[in-house]
Structure formats: structure tokens, C-alpha cells
């Protein structure tokens, strides 16, 4: 990612985003950075390996500590931090884990989702946008034909 589009764009931008500490929530965190938005973070836990700690990109947004299954705190971040964009890339997304603990991935994706979505619904005065790019199937190619989850 070398420009997230045009030239200052998100400059002074207030974003915010969930699955900060994950693959692309890391990526996109710095990127963000780097185009000069100031970034508001979900973070539920502390993952020392994740790029976000070991680039130093905490130390250039600000953490909101919560679950994404936990409404309320997700409508006070984005309207205190007035947040203009929302990138909602928070979910349970490691199948084996997934598999065992389906309420808690329920919890989190979907419920979770809901969340996001509500929370900027409600703030829409000053939400402009919300990114989704996670929304996908886990399993096999055809679910029709063969059960997502198996026993």
C-alpha cells in the first residue's frame, strides 16, 4: 500500500478502526498514519507479535480499550473522537478457534458488526463512511453442497 488514495485525502481525517492489531488492520493503521489521519483503535487484546506493536504504530493513534460485542463503547468512541470513516476489520477469524467457541465468534462477527454498523447509524451526522472488507464465507467453496462447519 503506498497511497490510500488521492494526495491528502486523509489528512486531519478522523478514522476509525477495529482489527487494529490483526493482519490488515496493521497495515492499514500505518498506512493511515502515514496519510496523516488522526486514528482512533478498537484494541481488545494486547498482541505483543502484531505489527501494530512492533512497527510502533500505537504510539501514533489513539487506543481505545473494548469488545466489539460491547455497544456502548463503540458509539462513545466514534462520537467523542468524532470519527468521519469507519474501517470495521475486527473479527474472529482463526477457523480452528471459530469452530470450538462458536458463540464467542457469533458474538464477535456478528453481533459485532451489528455493532459497528448501529453505532455509526446513530452518530450519521458525522460518519460519512463505513469499509467493510472482511465479509466472506469460511469453509468449503460450495456450502450448499457441504456443511460450513463440520463435527
Given at each position: 500500500m503506498?497511497?490510500?488514495g488521492v494526495d491528502?485525502?486523509?489528512t486531519?481525517?478522523r ?8 493482519l ?11 496519510s496523516g489521519?488522526d486514528?482512533?483503535?478498537?484494541i ?8 501494530f ?11 481505545v480499550?473494548g469488545?466489539?460485542?460491547?455497544f456502548d463503547?463503540?458509539?462513545?468512541a466514534?462520537n467523542?473522537y468524532?470519527?468521519d470513516?469507519?474501517?470495521?476489520l475486527g473479527?474472529?477469524t482463526?477457523?480452528g478457534t ?8 457469533f458474538?464477535a462477527?456478528?453481533?459485532g458488526t451489528?455493532?459497528v454498523l448501529e453505532a ?15 465479509v466472506?464465507?469460511t ?5 450448499v453442497?457441504?456443511p460450513?462447519?463440520?463435527?
Amino acid at each position: 500500500m503506498e497511497n490510500l488514495g488521492v494526495d491528502g485525502f486523509w489528512t486531519q481525517r478522523r478514522v476509525f478502526v477495529t482489527g487494529a492489531t490483526g493482519l490488515l488492520g496493521s497495515w492499514l493503521t500505518q498506512e493511515l498514519v502515514a496519510s496523516g489521519a488522526d486514528v482512533v483503535c478498537l484494541i481488545r487484546d494486547w498482541v505483543p507479535q502484531s505489527r501494530f506493536l512492533t512497527e510502533a504504530v500505537d504510539r501514533h493513534a489513539t487506543i481505545v480499550r473494548g469488545e466489539l460485542e460491547d455497544f456502548d463503547i463503540i458509539l462513545r468512541a466514534i462520537n467523542e473522537y468524532e470519527i468521519d470513516t469507519v474501517f470495521h476489520l475486527g473479527a474472529q477469524t482463526i477457523v480452528g478457534t471459530a469452530a470450538r467457541s462458536t458463540l464467542s465468534t457469533f458474538e464477535a462477527n456478528i453481533r459485532g458488526t451489528w455493532n459497528v454498523l448501529e453505532a455509526s447509524h446513530q452518530c450519521r451526522r458525522l460518519v460519512k463512511r463505513v469499509v467493510l472488507p472482511h465479509v466472506r464465507l469460511t469453509g468449503p467453496r460450495d456450502p450448499v453442497r457441504q456443511p460450513v462447519w463440520r463435527r
